[in-house]
């Protein structure tokens, strides 16, 4: 076509890091320390700290800065342990997907469309909420239903009321909260209704933010029906019978404005798919080895974009990981291959990384499918260890020592949390 | 809430009624020297059933013979393609393919073969299994045959009723919106409707107002038809999921259904549905456990990768059948006021042709049809950036930074689009998803539902407290009363 067409811009870097959240920013410190002379680090909001922008409440950086922060505190310290010559930031930028020439597209108004070409990637995209759709909550569509993370960022950031009367469907931390946050708002909290029979968010969260503000959790209840035609005036909700199904026959009205959804949040892994890298089911994030790298060789991920953490600390952790191994990926001097897949065994539902090294310790994150009290994690007959009270909202992370694994020689590890004795 | 637009005291042709069907005849009749007005009592055009259907262009050789729906389906068919390039509006043949799972319903498809035959309904093959499983490697196993119609298309219903209007305005049509017609008087030289803020006085009211008609009816003292409310739900699939199949597939029809399909959408989303279940209240457009059940039990069987996960959203639609079990459209003994009515499915496959219809029905009112000497041509959406290669989103983004910054991300709509739809017409945040897909993707409106509301009240200059989701009492925010805290942008 004509030829005063602006030339495409285009740039090139050691490493690209894909969202600026935590594990973005730890991923792109990493990569740094480890020697990566360019790298880039590009967000589609305005500016770096990822969903901690909008958790205003504190509880962050226990671990890592060894102090409770609040998110957009913790944000801060984030970037400023971050920042230095050779990383560009590019917020207000989002990254569409990687083009015929194996080059990231990255849309902005100030760039326009700009061409990315990198030695690696690491994904740090984060995560999105489960929908109304997700679990096809039946009856209207009335203004008023909305995740809990928008209504979170409705009232932290742009300082609005999502309305004034709510239900909390599902006992996602989010949810949990929230329902304090409304709260604290003004706004009446007719109750927080969870599916299951235990709670989805950490204890911490349903004592301060539910017990300490008197509002009922209602476990094993769920919403069967969302009434109002054009704002929500009411849900009914029901009991669940063992099987899950609602008991009808108990079901019952309440009225509200808002419904909340706090039902679980998933990997934001259309990049890792769109790039082929391999899907876990379970975690709906990329399957990862022991350095963070998906199975496409040069990508890899970190964060809620890998599985859902609960605490930033260890997301953090598992970034400046991805962040050493990109760099190393570009530099040479990549650690050696994996040799043992970690097979989630008896009450676990997954393991992250999929795979480890029997010559190096690694961290090995796991979620459990049930409570249990006293449990043994048990890996393969090699390695046994106590835990203390396991439940699926907490995260368990075991240090995995080569010495555990001596003598080990099958390529498969399973792992499981099983009940423990008295004694 | 008061009427937006400017009520015209007086017109020849009122069209009551802003669905694919209205605003197909408001089109069709800014063709010519007329004074019209579109009327509808909802904030947005198509915000009835025709926003909320299969999306289906239908070939024609479904539907019973002998009936008026079945001689305007396969004309609508045939109208649609021109009239698409025309407006720039999403539309494609897919075709369809009707499957057989036993030897009896072979034998159905080879008679709805010979009705397309009969027809002229062209093109129309009957694939073996092996076919079958090269063409669509993800039906099920178990299905021996099938039917395939290639000019079956699907559309995007809600763009075909914003394009329409639109060019009908830009013709000189005022459209009326948030405006029930409450009353109709019959005046001298004329009929007089009744709005919540005036009267308008039009020498020929054509009711094609949905579920309202038989109400529009009775407004000037007539009873020719009764309505049924019968409900549909749709489901959609992650996008995940795109080409799962290209065709749409349809089961072998049963004598009262065409049954659950599985439906490539024109933006590539599946969508499996509909229901049809005839219910009491009009205004039910409540999705329901039994009907989620039976549309999945039901799509699995036709395609069996789906699964329960896979929904990202859903809805339902009502169709305004009559019990004629055919569409209602004629002069009446009121003078100047004509029906089309009963405009159950395929309505929107139909509407061109109805459209025309309509047309000649009020030329036989006694208005002389003079064509408009100056059209003016119809000025396209631009290509949504989603839709460009990279060279040419480049170029449109370097020319306006707005088509640079993404504003929903799983659907790619940039605030250039957003504000592009605000400034043609969409007040409301489902008028702007409506218009861009903005908010209909996997998040559902998780990340760009306040982006979307900045915009819309920059370009409209009213505080984000004042916006709705979809019209009437739909708040989206409330503004914190604490007069200590800036509270909202405005
Ligand atoms: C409500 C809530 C409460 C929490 N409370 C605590 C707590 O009290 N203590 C604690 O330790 N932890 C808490 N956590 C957990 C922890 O903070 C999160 O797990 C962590 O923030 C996840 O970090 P991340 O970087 O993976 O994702 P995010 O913070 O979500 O960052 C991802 C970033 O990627 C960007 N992005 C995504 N895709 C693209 C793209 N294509 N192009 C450009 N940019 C993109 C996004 O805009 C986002 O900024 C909480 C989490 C939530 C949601
Ligand atoms: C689930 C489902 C699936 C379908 N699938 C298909 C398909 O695949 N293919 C196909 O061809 N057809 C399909 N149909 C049928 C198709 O959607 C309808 O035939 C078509 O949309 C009817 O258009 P309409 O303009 O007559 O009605 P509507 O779109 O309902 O328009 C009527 C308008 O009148 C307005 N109105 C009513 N009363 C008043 C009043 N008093 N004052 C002012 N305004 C008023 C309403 O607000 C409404 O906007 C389907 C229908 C359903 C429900």
Known sequence: MSASRPARPRRVYDVAVVGAGPAGM????????????????????????????????????????????????????????????????????????????????????????????????????????RTRGAIRIPGSRPAGVMTAGLAQHLVNVRGLLPGRRAVILGSGDIGLIMARRLTLEGIEVAGVFELLAHANGLTRNIVECLDDFDIPLHLSTTVVEVHGRDRVEGVTVAPVGPGLEPLLDRARFVPCDTVLLSIGLLPEAELARSLGARIDPVTRGPVVSSTMETTRPGVFAAGNSVHIHDLVDFVVEEAQLAGRSAAAHVLGGSAPRDNVTLVPGENVRYCVPHTISTDREHTVYLRVRRPLERSWLRLGDAYEKRLRYVVPAEMVTVKVRPRFLEGFSSEALRVDVVPREEG | MSARGTIPREVDVAVVGGGVVGCAIARALSQFELDVCLIDRETDVGFGTSKANSGIIHAGHHSASGTLKGTLEWAGNQQWGPLADELGIGFERVGDLTVAFDEDEVATLERLRRQAVEREVPGVELWDGPRLRREEPNLSPEIVAGLFAPSTGVINPYEACFALAEDAVANGVSLLLDAPVHSIDVVPDGLALGLPEGTVQARVVVNAAGLGADRIEAMVGLHTFDLVARKGEEYLLDKRLEGLVRRIVFPCPTPTSKGTLVIPTFDGTIMIGPTAVDVDDRDDLTTTSDGAAQVLRAARRLVPGISPGDCIAEFAGVRAVATTNDFVIGATEVPGFVNVAGIQSPGLTAAPAIAELATRLVAEQGLALSPEPSPVPFERCPVPVRDLDGATRAERASADPAFGRVVCRCELVTEGEVRGAIRRGATTLDGVKFRTRAGMGRCQGGSCTWRVMEALSAETGRPVDALTKRGGDSWLVLRREDPMIDGATS
Do not use: K, W, Y
Not at chain 1, 27 to 33: E, S, V
Not at chain 1, 96 to 125: F, K, Q, T, Y
């Open chain 1, 26 to 129: 730890a991923a792109a410190a990493g990569a740094r320390q480890a020697g990566a002379e360019r790298v880039l680090l590009v967000d589609r909001e305005p500016e770096t700290g990822g969903i901690l922008n909008q958790c205003i409440h504190s509880g962050f950086g226990l671990h890592h800065f060894g102090e409770e922060l609040t998110g957009p505190e913790f944000a801060q310290r984030a970037f400023a342990e971050m920042v230095d010559d050779g990383l560009d930031v590019l917020t207000d930028s989002f990254v569409v997907d990687r083009d015929a020439d194996d080059e990231l597209s990255v849309m902005s108004a100030e760039h326009g469309v700009l061409r990315v070409a990198a030695g690696a990637i690491v994904l740090a995209s984060g995560a999105r909420e």
